[in-house]
């Protein structure tokens, strides 16, 4: 079954805790994004990756980090999470270069940092 | 900056009525329109995608339309069901180079279709 895969769902943290919510993909697509969601803000993205080895900022990139060493996984990283960082999150795939298809999106991550 | 905007934020119909969702948006110079459902505590699931070349799309019951010169497209989902009930989002994506994978979502419109 094509899927996007993200883990953990759920996370209850305190701050500066370093986590990594993982994000894997097996449609084979080159282009992969992270979004936040938060009330009344609606769907904003972190960041955003066009292939392996390659990844550029999104609208609020601020306290996360991201690598894609591998065409299928993008791990979104939060090295010292703060409250302001308590979202839910999204990770998202399509097929189409710079994300010009389809965009799949995983079931989401809930975030609290204490 | 590109501001994308859909009118209104929620919607209540009874069921059988015709569904009428609005998305706007401020630069015309956009790749594609892609329009998404989201239920409640679950992901994003796309509908739609209009191609900038494109006019409409349709899948079933659900047509969307777009006008780029105007900034504007419209998603209509005939004969609503109460399984319509979700959050509708639209997106859009960019050509400008310094645009290029960068999406923006409007904040969506929240659907009820009562029995």
């Known amino acids: 079954e094509a899927q996007v895969t993200q883990n953990p769902r759920y996370l209850i943290t305190v701050t500066g805790k370093k986590l990594t919510v993982t994000c894997s993909q097996n449609?084979?697509?080159?282009?992969m994004s992270w979004y936040r969601q938060d009330p009344g803000l609606g769907l904003r993205q972190i960041y955003y990756?066009?292939?392996?080895?390659?990844?550029d900022k999104g609208d609020v990139p601020e306290g996360y980090k991201v690598s894609r060493k591998e065409k299928r996984n993008f791990p979104l990283i939060l090295e010292s999470p703060s409250p302001n960082q308590t979202s839910l999150y999204f990770c998202?795939?399509?097929?189409?270069?710079?994300?010009?298809?389809?965009?799949?999106f995983g079931e989401g991550s809930r975030l609290t940092v204490l | 900056k590109q501001e994308v905007t859909q009118i209104p934020a929620a919607l209540s119909v009874p069921e059988g009525e015709n569904l009428v969702l609005n998305c706007s948006f401020t630069d015309s110079a956009i790749y594609n329109l892609q329009w998404f459902r989201q239920d409640p505590g679950k992901g994003l699931t796309s509908l739609l995608l209009i191609q900038s070349s494109q006019r409409e799309q349709t899948s079933g019951r659900l047509n969307a339309s777009l006008d780029k010169s105007s900034g504007r497209s419209t998603l209509y989902i005939a004969a609503s069901q109460p399984g319509d009930s979700a959050t509708y989002l639209c997106a859009v994506i960019r050509t400008t180079t310094d645009s290029w994978g960068k999406f923006q979502f409007g904040a969506g419109t929240q659907v009820v279709v009562t029995p």
């Open positions: 990756s066009m292939n392996v080895e390659v990844t």
């Open positions: 998202a795939s399509s097929y189409g270069a710079a994300g010009t298809g389809e965009l799949f």
């Open positions: 449609m084979n697509h080159e282009y």
